[in-house]
């Protein structure tokens, strides 16, 4: 069956670190992937997405790509900011529509 | 941009009550609607499909009579917790698919529920 498979954490990081969150999934067909956030009291929204293998999806200096191969979709930023702790929810969907998230990585920056 | 008001963002109730969550897609017809429940350290987990005007479609060990799901029209869902247990007590998020030219998926806020 489907299923995503992100890093637990708490993560906690200096300002201006550099991000990574890991996240693997397992699928039949070629799913879409995402990345969605969760800011403190807020619903989630979609940081960004990859439709299919190579694409790169990039949004607020974040970046994945979608990697066939591994089977990842790995979240990075190159410089982080007190702005950005937050629950970061990997999910992938396949052709119906249904989303599976992963278990959601908190991520906690220190200025 | 499209928004989903999710309405009420926390509910706090007595065991055995019924509680009533809506969701609404505020500036556009959504074709069809997802229900997620979290649990604290948890993923979302899908709930149920509903389509406007027909059953909805519930997943593997949702039970149907205890989360009942009406997608009366296009812009509005509702899910009620039927005789609510403490057991029951989860975050409930919405999702609606919708929008043109292209569709999107539109998250609401979450219903904190906290049954005594």
């Known amino acids: 069956g489907n299923s995503v498979t992100q890093m637990e954490g708490p993560v906690t990081l200096s300002e201006e670190a550099f991000l990574t969150i890991n996240c693997t999934y397992t699928?039949?067909?070629?799913?879409?992937l995402f990345w969605y956030v969760q800011y403190p009291g807020e619903g989630l929204q979609l940081l960004l997405k990859?439709?299919?293998?190579?694409d790169k999806g990039s949004n607020k200096g974040f970046e994945a790509t979608y990697r066939k191969e591994t089977t990842s979709f790995h979240l990075e930023k190159g410089s982080v900011q007190v702005s950005d702790s937050a629950v970061y929810f990997c999910?992938?969907?396949?052709?119906?529509?249904?989303?599976?998230f992963g278990k959601g990585t908190r991520l906690h920056i220190l200025p | 941009g499209a928004v989903v008001s999710q309405h009420p963002s926390r509910v706090i109730c007595k065991s055995g009550t019924s509680v009533k969550i809506e969701c609404r897609s505020l500036?556009?017809?959504?074709?069809?609607m997802f229900w997620y429940r979290q649990f604290p350290k948890q993923s979302l987990m899908l709930m149920a499909t509903?389509?406007?005007?027909?059953?909805?479609?519930?997943e593997q060990g949702v039970e149907k009579d205890k989360f009942l799901i009406n997608h009366a029209s296009l812009t509005l869902s509702t899910l009620t917790v039927t005789s609510a247990h403490p057991e029951d007590s989860s975050f409930y998020i919405c999702?609606?698919?919708?929008?043109?030219?292209?569709?999107?998926?539109?998250f609401g806020s979450g219903t904190q529920l906290s049954v005594l």
């Open positions: 990859a439709t299919k293998a190579d």
């Open positions: 999702s609606a698919k919708g929008g043109v030219p292209n569709e999107k998926l539109f």
């Open positions: 500036d556009f017809q959504a074709t069809t």
């Open positions: 699928a039949t067909g070629y799913p879409s």
């Open positions: 999910a992938l969907m396949n052709r119906d529509d249904k989303i599976i």
């Open positions: 509903s389509n406007e005007g027909s059953k909805a479609t519930y």
